[in-house]
């Protein structure tokens, strides 16, 4: 068995790697590193889910991580990968309403608001050190991916923002209360649509009409994929 | 049970992938609606509610009261929906390949919307509503211009991205159960029947937060912003049924503002709602003054609606409660007769610009009134209902404090005025004899005359008609069942 104090030592040293992440996802300029920071954040979230595991043993913890892997960490990055490669946009430069470094100084205010908000609000439940600081890095992690929502203007980032928070959210979950299982699955199936319906929308948007039914019949979606 | 429900309904949708006809896509979607609104009546007339099968479904006189609103809703939305469509078709504004999908997404968005009202678990209500977002947004981007992807995709965003932080006021009140009851719970039953053990300040927080959610989805500012665009860009009939939409938002308040009147942050809670619901009414009263775009209009008209019903629910009294209630219907009743025939008008002209509009009582003098008559109605004139909603609104918001009322009357004056000049200046214009006539608009696709009246499909007619029709008569008279059913609403609601 190993001790869990140093499991609790690894995975704050986790909470300081997946604020990396976002604050990456909100100033980086190539959308392919904003897919892959967003692939490592939900590995990251995944890892945090087995450690928890090992110190609570609560077999959920241990699906959940294993559904994060198999969704967000497999499927979602490479549909949106191939979206990406589709409709040959490689960087998304274009910001609008805040530049990233106002949006990166704005984000460390978010994390002190949801700190003083949640230490407010779970003032009075008994909540571990460590259970605090992984809500308050959830809450911080939902609102940085609205931030990047906003302020970025290519659909795909916008999409990746929202995939962020629901990241953010599954935090949360994990480390207020033990959310049941079959909420967790519904969250991933819903997340799976959105990003179907928003990767295929975002064809669309930077083409007229005849462009993109040409590029929807490219991309093979409806006919399961054949050669491309 | 909501499974089986899913499953019937599942196979029944299949069913209309194989139909190549479009009438036989229509009749289908006709006879779902119908047979939901068959299936409302018998459970409303013949069940002993609330009842509860199973451990998801659960029925009661507020879920199904909705339901019924909605349905009536898709009811009047199928006739005219094959007239509308078939008329986009033939201007090549709708590919014919996307009509399948046109029907899928508009019986998929009834079923997820009955499924979402009628679940008991607020976890299965939030994933519903999120389908209902999906499929409502495949409604307005149907048109695949870029202008209608464009307001798909910020209506996705949008409310998917609020709706997530109702995801977190639901881990909230999940918290918040387990410490009370030792389980953690989300159906709502249960948590009605224990809230007044729960800690004030965490259902504030997470009532708070489903409130941003459930808000963005009725269209409240500041989370409206989809809501003008996916109005003016979807066809008319996909307006409708986002707009019916945003009852559910509404529903989802409604529900879980009736968790906090019992605890001590009920103030707190009623204060959001009343902010919340001025600034949206203000908002679009002063969006709506210069608005020149027909479907704007009725889009910010829709904007100021749910503020006032917020500011009715955050007011708490049961009367305020009772007209909320009255009010969510004869707003759908007459705002998608303003749809239907803002939808005739834009065939005609091809463009929801007031500029454009001439002569409208030669070439559409039915839409033309209906316009009108809508216009007064959702003003809140009598002898139309909104007026006795409005007032009782009104006069109980002057509990709360007379400057709030004051603010309410002037808004309302402000809209009001801004549909009478809009109307004004859209239907006054004439073309004099002798003036230059017959220059259609070259748009490309568009190459007929606007001199020639748009032949309006009797099936267009019918429903826009029956939905006035109906609101005129719940203005004159009010329904003995009606009342008995909103009384038992609100007694179920926790108001005494």
Sequence with gaps: MIDPLYLEGVIKILFVFVLISAALIISTRSLSSVLNTYTVQSFLLAAVSVLLYLIDGKSELLLLAGLTLASKVLLIPHFINRIEEKIKIRRDLDFTYLEPTTSLLLSIGLILLSYTFLSRVFGDLALSRLFFFGAVIGLSLTLMGMLVMFSRKKVITKALGYLSMENGVLMLGIFVTELPFILEVLIVIDLIILVLLTSILAVGLDSSIEEYRAKIRKLQIWNGGEAL | MIRFYLLAMGAFLALGLFPKSHRLMNALASGNALLHLALTCTALLTLDLPVRYGPSLYLDHLNLYVELITVLGFCAAAPYAKGYTESLMEEGELDPKNLKLFYLAFNLLLVTATAALFSDNLALFWIFAELTTVCAAVLVSILSARENIDAGMKYVFIVSGAMLFAFLGLIFLFTLSARALGEGTLSWTELMENASSFSPALLLASFTFVFIGFGAKAGIAPFHTWL????????????????????????????????????????????????????????????????????????????????????????????????????????????????????????????????????????????????????????????????????????????????????????????????????????????????????????????????????????????????????????????????VLLEAIVLELGYV
């Design chain 2, 228 to 483: 003008p665009d996916a109005y003016a860009r979807a066809p008319s009939v996909s307006a409708i049924l986002s707009g019916l939409m945003q009852n559910l938002g509404i529903y989802g308040i409604l529900r879980t503002y009736a968790l906090l009147r019992v605890s001590d942050s009920a103030p707190q809670a009623s204060f959001i709602l009343i902010a919340a619901g001025l600034f949206s009414i203000a908002l679009a009263a002063f969006s709506m003054l210069q608005q020149r775009n027909l479907k704007r209009l009725i889009a910010f008209s829709s904007v100021e609606h749910m503020g006032l019903l917020l500011i009715g629910i955050g007011i708490g009294t049961p009367l305020a409660l009772f007209w909320v209630l009255f009010y969510m219907l004869v707003h759908v009743l007459v705002k998608e007769a303003l749809l239907f025939a803002a939808g005739i008008l834009h065939r005609q002209y091809g463009s929801n610009m007031r500029e454009d509009v001439r002569d409208v009582f030669k070439l559409q003098p039915r839409a033309a009134w209906t316009l009108i008559l809508g216009s007064v109605a959702i003003v809140g004139m009598p002898p139309f209902p909104l007026f006795p909603a409005k007032f009782f609104i009104l006069l109980e918001s002057a509990e709360v404090s007379p400057y709030l009322t004051l603010a309410i009357l002037l808004l309302l004056i402000l809209a009001a005025a801004s549909f009478s000049n809009f109307l004004l200046k859209a239907f006054s214009k004439v073309t004099e004899e002798g003036e230059e006539k017959g220059e259609g608009k070259e748009t490309g696709y568009r190459k007929k005359s606007f001199h020639d009246p748009y032949v309006v499909r009797a099936g267009m007619r019918i429903p826009t008609v029956f939905m006035l029709a109906l609101a005129l008569l719940l203005g004159i008279w009010f329904p003995e069942p009606l009342r």
